[in-house]
């Protein structure tokens, strides 16, 4: 009696936003057609950062399996599938932890970094026009029931134009090029980075260049956005010496991994007065410790690594996952493949 080829979906996380629905389940199983069983893991699952360990329950059912979907991809799945497993796949955008699992194998990895690209877009942009209209004033002043008009009025509280606005842009990947397409919707000036420069950016964008070209594109940048993945040659990028040569008055974005940004040197220059605000979804750890200064900062947005939260998730998941899966079974070439060299 042959065997069937087995699908493990590890996608109950302990979020609701994230938690895969049903009818996406039996969507996977009608794809993957006769001959293939498709196994759900019932173990609630981590859906934080890069994903979670993975449950008892999940470890098992990736023995011999071929195919693997979770939040990150757990060291133990990859041990317990090493002979059998083909293709492993990430509903997360970062894959830091599932690289380390999988560096010396020839499984394949996909990730969903175009999946989040929207929702995070709109909420860098969002965050830019919180301090270019000066709302982190305005939520300070509410909450002390101050009424701040004249501040606006003597020019105490700066305010600007999104048109007027340079935006430099750090991973211009799906991500970066969401927020660049919005930017320039808006009028503003947009430049960037990536690793494969002659790509190019969203039509009209400035000019496009690689890593060494982060010190220029600081000078030029009013609000530099981090929209990179995390990987050898990003940790640690926007360093002391990047963040020095911003503007007076320029917002530092990130989007990424807390790692890429040294948040040390960003709260000197915040304290110093020089720089006009940063918002941060993510952090060098996390959760952020209570007893963290960029909690209390008055020129800092703080927010709990949810720039990715959309109600529209699993409609964008799903068309990914069901897309990918008619790929694997026609021997074709797969959307979001990661290098694992690059870590991206």
Avoid at 2 to 8: I, N
Avoid at 136 to 144: I, K, S, T
Avoid at 159 to 173: F, K, N, P, Q
Avoid at 194 to 212: C, F, I, K, N, Y
């Amino acid at each position: 009696m042959t065997s069937l080829r087995r699908l493990v979906l590890d996608l109950r996380t302990q979020r609701p936003v994230w938690r895969v629905p049903p009818d996406v389940v039996s969507a996977v199983r009608r794809a993957l057609g006769p001959g293939w069983e498709g196994i759900e893991v019932e173990t609630p699952v981590s859906s934080d950062g890069d994903g979670g360990s993975g449950s008892p329950e999940a470890i098992a059912a990736a023995g011999g399996a071929e195919v693997y979907f979770g939040f990150g991809v757990p060291p133990g799945v990859v041990t317990a599938g090493r002979d059998t497993l083909r293709w492993v796949h990430s509903c997360t955008a970062g894959v830091g932890s599932s690289l380390e699992a999988l560096r010396g194998s020839s499984i394949r990895l996909t990730n969903s970094a175009a999946v989040h690209a929207e929702p995070i877009a709109d909420w860098v942009i969002a965050a830019l026009a919180h301090f270019a209209k000066g709302f982190d004033h305005v939520v300070r002043a509410q909450a002390e029931r101050r009424w701040i008009q004249g501040a606006y009025g003597e020019r105490v509280i700066r305010v600007r134009e999104l048109a007027d606005i340079r935006v430099g842009i750090l991973g211009l990947g799906g991500i970066g090029s969401a927020v660049a397409r919005r930017a320039l919707a808006l009028g503003m000036r947009v430049a960037g980075i990536r690793r494969h420069p002659e790509r190019g950016g969203p039509s009209g964008t400035a000019w496009v260049g690689g890593l060494t070209d982060l010190p220029r594109l600081a000078t030029e940048s009013d609000a530099l956005v981090i929209a990179a993945p995390r990987t050898r040659e990003t940790d640690a990028a926007v360093s002391r010496d990047i963040l020095a040569r911003l503007p007076a008055d320029a917002v530092v974005i990130n989007v990424s991994r807390g790692a890429l940004l040294d948040e040390r040197a960003l709260l000197e220059r915040l304290d110093a007065g020089v720089l006009r605000g940063a918002a941060l979804d993510v952090f060098a750890t996390e959760p952020l410790p209570p007893e963290h200064p960029l909690w209390t900062h008055p020129r800092v947005l703080v927010s709990p690594h949810v720039s990715p939260v959309t109600e529209r998730f699993w409609e964008r998941e799903s068309g990914l996952i069901l897309d990918n899966i008619g790929r694997y079974l026609a021997g074709s070439a797969l959307v979001n493949q990661v290098d694992l060299d690059a870590g991206y």
